[in-house]
């Protein structure tokens, strides 16, 4: 296969994230004979944020289920959505997010089918779960892929700058999972060019969206924010018109505020180019901004010669690896996996988000390496703060303490921010 490197590339990271649509039925009875198997959805259910929804799992034979021990859990046993056994609710054993959440469901318990309700649905009940019937020293179970989305707040549009004939303009929503596509339209429904960042609450999981756009001729008339769910298939939209302008409508101050935004986009993004290195665990965000801006001044100073950069190879942790991922012997490759692995639940590991990080470490210096990305037609590769929180979804953005470059629908971007897209200089090399 040829494989895409190019120069300054990074070890892999964040890269794409597969929804697994597909229902994997185990039977595991202790003396190595299935009586039975359970059977659960065979597409992903769908729940909406802050609503309830239901979890059904039912018994491959018409027996009844009510003296069997039905536990429904997330990727381990021991992590208990709801246990009912003997005929009781045992919610001394439930995990803490799902203690007064759940409610078992016993109609049809007589006929073997079960189904547990998890109420005011989070972004965290995301991902997959487990429903496992136990009769005395048979067992069997099955997965099923809960699928959480939710639509976000009404775009607000601000014009950020007006000169003559130009816009500059922003929207801006919160409260959207998972990540939702934004767009601008002018007033003939035509897209519009723009960059947009997202960024996830560490608390919330949810993900909020700025769109940043330039606006010309005749389009800086009417034109339209809007932001949309793929999973819901619903939009919220916001309409926004400007009376007529004219090329004295650029104040004193916008002559005077436009230059320094320009220059500050340009240090970021200078900044987002040189500094992909996985710093030390005191190491906080905003020291890292700030040597990053001091580094990039000195970079329009300073020719980058290849005598200052040191080359190394780096090699996966996998001590790190996401259970999504499976990495070769000599911890140089990595691929993906359909289902998740059963790996222990440390701290140092990505659980949610298909993520690895390498064993090396940078505090100060120049570094370079390559790593081969194949033909994947989307990835992520960067470095990120020792101190990156690994449970959960991963927000891709500097103030986070992550700085990623992006392929995707076949464009490059460096996830500063805003997001920068960048030009190759050139056609992209393939390595033999």
Not at 62 to 83: C, F, G, K, T
Not at 178 to 204: D, I, V
Not at 273 to 278: A, D, I
Not at 341 to 355: G, I, T, W
Request: aromatic share 8%.
């Amino acid at each position: 296969m040829a494989n895409t490197h190019g120069r300054v590339i990074f070890p892999p990271s964040c890269s794409i994230i597969i929804i697994v649509l597909q229902l994997l039925s185990c039977s595991t009875p202790a003396n190595g004979k299935a009586d039975f198997s359970i059977i659960g959805p065979k597409i992903p259910v769908l729940a909406v944020l802050g609503e309830n929804v239901e979890l059904p799992c039912r018994l491959s034979l018409n027996i009844s289920a009510e003296d069997m021990e039905l536990r429904w859990y997330r990727n381990q046993p021991s992590q208990v959505v709801h246990l009912h056994k003997n005929g009781t609710d045992m919610k001394e054993e439930q995990m803490r997010e799902y203690q007064g959440r759940t409610t078992f469901l016993s109609a049809g318990l007589d006929q073997g089918k079960a189904t547990v309700k998890i109420h005011n649905v989070t972004v965290f009940d995301n991902g997959t779960f487990h429903c496992n019937f136990k009769d005395g020293n048979m067992s069997a179970e099955t997965r099923l892929w809960l699928m959480v989305a939710g639509l976000g707040g009404m775009p607000r549009i601000q014009v950020q700058a007006v000169q003559g004939e130009i816009v500059w303009a922003q929207c801006t929503s919160e409260g959207w999972f998972p990540e939702p596509q934004a767009e601008w339209r002018n007033f003939r429904g035509q897209p519009l060019p723009s960059m947009t960042h997202l960024s996830a609450s560490p608390t919330t999981g949810l993900f909020t969206v700025v769109s940043n756009v330039t606006i010309q001729d005749g389009d800086v008339q009417n034109f339209s924010c809007c932001i949309s769910s793929p999973l819901l298939q619903k939009k919220m939209v916001n309409y926004h018109l400007l009376p007529q302008l004219s090329r004295s409508s650029l104040s004193k101050e916008w002559k005077i505020v436009l230059p320094l935004i320009f220059t500050l986009a340009g240090l970021v993004t200078a900044g987002a180019t040189c500094l992909y290195q996985k710093c030390q665990k005191d190491r906080n965000v905003g020291q890292l901004e700030e040597e990053r801006l001091h580094r990039a001044e000195e970079q329009h100073s300073q020719d980058w010669t290849e005598d200052k950069v040191i080359y190394v190879s780096p090699s996966l942790d996998p001590d790190t690896a996401s259970p999504k991922l499976a990495l070769s012997e000599d911890g140089k490759s990595v691929r993906r996996l359909f289902f998740d692995q059963e790996l222990p639940d440390v701290p140092s590991r990505f659980d949610q988000d298909p993520c690895v990080l390498a064993r090396e470490q940078f505090s100060a210096g120049r570094y370079y390496w390559e790593v081969q990305v194949g033909q994947r037609k989307a990835w992520n590769v960067g470095v990120c703060l020792e101190s990156l929180n690994r449970k959960g979804r991963i927000p891709k953005a500097p103030q986070h303490g992550l700085w990623a470059l992006e392929l995707y629908k076949k464009t490059f971007w460096a996830l500063a921010f805003p997001r920068v897209r960048l030009h190759p200089s050139g056609p992209l090399h393939q390595s033999p």
